[in-house]
């Protein structure tokens, strides 16, 4: 029998999912924080991999499909995503084929051998997970010696949105982010051995909020997991933009990450 929690877990990732596949054909123009993330997961990993077998879980449009096949040419990747429409997107650019092919699954749940992967390659989609679940997973579908390369977004990221935010109304609007000590202690207990864990923060700028919200919305980050559901009032959307306005920099308004990068060995 499924539980209420189990059930209502997979509501949620279903939701999830569904934000992320309205947002597949802007994501590519939108995203340009996590295409650099992911190119720079890409050059922390090792130069040999213990088997054929790889996962890009999470791999949205599959931006770095070509440069993972070239950087091992002997690879057989399985493109891994939440979202169908994702996966399609993928399709229509060209980058999914016989090396890389698709696969729709739930990153905790994963419909795979039991260590019979060399690589699982993520980058800015754990965020949804919960650290120990996921990290089981991962330790699991990892075969001896294999490697993960993560990066994922950090609690306290988009700080500047959450404080505007509550300058209007006390209903979430952003997500609440694990810590880097959960995924420390998950990637532990799932038998990983970190090679490599580094915190970055980054930055962006935008002309004003509403640019800033349209890239929420076409790269799917605005889904809220337990959020409050309808429209936002006027004068709560006055008074977070009033908020966001008094953090003007010359740049522009800032929207800062904090991104673990994480190299890791089953």
């Keep these: 029998m499924t539980s209420i929690a189990s059930t209502a877990s997979w509501m949620n990732k279903q939701a999830v999912g569904e934000r992320f596949g309205r947002a597949a054909a ?7 924080l996590q295409l650099a993330c992911a190119r720079s997961l890409l050059d922390m990993a090792p130069a040999e991999l213990v088997g054929e077998r790889a996962l890009d879980l999470g791999c949205a449009t599959a931006p770095l499909a070509r440069a993972q096949q070239a950087r091992w040419p002997a690879s057989r990747w399985l493109g891994v995503d939440l979202s169908p429409a994702m996966l399609a997107e993928a399709a229509a650019r060209g980058r999914t084929g016989p090396r890389f092919q698709p696969l729709c699954a739930d990153a905790e749940r994963l419909p795979l051998a039991d260590a019979g992967q060399a690589l699982v390659f993520s980058s800015f989609a754990l965020q ?22 993560l990066a994922v977004p950090l609690a306290g990221s988009l700080h500047e949105m959450t404080d505007s935010w509550a300058a209007a109304d006390r209903r979430p609007h952003v997500n609440r982010l694990p810590a880097e000590p959960d995924w420390r202690r998950a990637l532990a207990g799932a038998g990983l051995s ?17 640019s800033l919200v349209r890239a929420f919305k076409a790269t799917g980050v605005d889904h809220v997991q337990g959020g409050a559901t309808g429209l936002t009032g006027k004068r709560a959307w006055r008074a977070m933009c009033d908020a966001y306005e008094a953090r003007r920099q010359p740049a522009g308004l800032p929207l800062t990450w904090r991104v673990l990068f994480v190299h890791a060995l089953r």
């Design 128 to 149: 949804w997970c919960v650290p120990e679940r996921v990290g089981a997973e991962l330790g699991r579908v990892l075969m001896p010696s294999g490697s993960l390369l």
């Design 194 to 210: 970190l090679q490599h864990a580094e915190n970055l923060t980054f930055t962006e700028h935008y002309p004003d909020v509403k």
């Design 26 to 32: 802007s994501y590519d123009a939108h995203a340009g």
